[in-house]
């Protein structure tokens, strides 16, 4: 054994250092924020009716969508109007809001495939549509929606739906045909 100076092998006399208890104080302090950091890039930086045209986080959510191109939406904290952009808390909902259009001819394809009694409904869409979307979004009228096409969408893996009001996601998916287009807004619970 290595004793020199009041070190041993190096270590100091079997103490933990400064620097050692700052570390493992930092990395206590940090441990429950992990649980968020994915969540967290959903979110606009301070903005939160900032329009998004990122792709990749609706393909993470949604990915029975396929492939998505000229995205427009917004995903902030429905809890957090009025407050500084912060990590989630616990049970944070997360809310999707946007247009995006899907591969050529996969609305099409989409709509024919609608199971036996479950066909998609020509609805419009909500007058509720965020100001900054409105632009985005070409015509109200004559989209089709379909409960059951939500539940596939909503599921990470599309060949198993999940329940209504289930822990994961709550929303709506509507299909416009001429313009080949899908809306989507969704809530996402991070418990």
Same mark, same amino acid.
């Given at each position: 054994? /290595?004793?020199?100076?009041?070190?041993?092998?190096?270590?100091?006399?079997?103490?933990?250092?400064?620097?050692?208890?700052?570390?493992?104080?930092?990395?206590?302090?940090?441990?429950?924020? @992990?649980?968020?950091?994915?969540?967290?890039? $959903?979110?606009?930086?301070?903005?939160?009716?900032?329009?998004? @045209?990122?792709?990749?986080?609706? %393909?993470?959510?949604?990915? &029975? !969508?396929?492939?998505?191109?000229?995205?427009?939406?917004?995903?902030?904290? $429905?809890?957090?109007?009025?407050?500084?952009?912060? *990590?989630?808390?616990?049970? &944070?909902?997360?809310?999707?809001?946007?247009?995006?259009?899907?591969?050529?001819?996969?609305?099409? &394809?989409?709509?024919?495939?609608?199971? =036996?009694?479950?066909? #998609?409904? @020509?609805?419009? !869409?909500?007058? +509720?549509?965020?100001?900054? !979307?409105?632009? %985005?979004?070409?015509?109200?009228?004559?989209?089709?929606?379909?409960? =059951?096409?939500?539940? @596939?969408? !909503? &599921?990470? +893996?599309?060949?198993?739906? *999940?329940?209504?009001?289930?822990?994961?996601?709550?929303?709506? #998916?509507?299909? %416009?045909?001429?313009? /080949?287009? *899908?809306? #989507?807004?969704? *809530? #996402?619970?991070?418990?």
């Amino acid at each position: 054994m /290595d004793v020199q100076g009041g070190t041993v092998g190096g270590m100091r006399d079997g103490r933990t250092g400064r620097r050692g208890i700052l570390a493992l104080l930092g990395g206590v302090a940090l441990a429950p924020l @992990t649980g968020t950091a994915g969540c967290a890039g $959903l979110r606009p930086d301070e903005d939160r009716l900032r329009v998004r @045209t990122d792709v990749g986080p609706l %393909h993470k959510r949604f990915a &029975a !969508l396929g492939p998505l191109s000229d995205a427009h939406w917004l995903g902030y904290d $429905l809890d957090a109007a009025g407050r500084r952009a912060s *990590v989630p808390g616990p049970d &944070a909902r997360i809310r999707l809001v946007g247009v995006a259009r899907p591969a050529p001819g996969a609305v099409a &394809a989409a709509l024919a495939a609608a199971p =036996a009694g479950e066909p #998609f409904e @020509t609805v419009a !869409l909500a007058g +509720d549509v965020p100001a900054p !979307l409105a632009r %985005h979004v070409p015509d109200r009228a004559g989209w089709r929606a379909s409960p =059951a096409y939500d539940l @596939t969408v !909503l &599921a990470r +893996d599309p060949a198993q739906p *999940v329940a209504a009001g289930g822990d994961r996601a709550d929303g709506r #998916f509507l299909l %416009h045909e001429a313009d /080949d287009l *899908v809306w #989507f807004d969704a *809530v #996402f619970l991070y418990a």
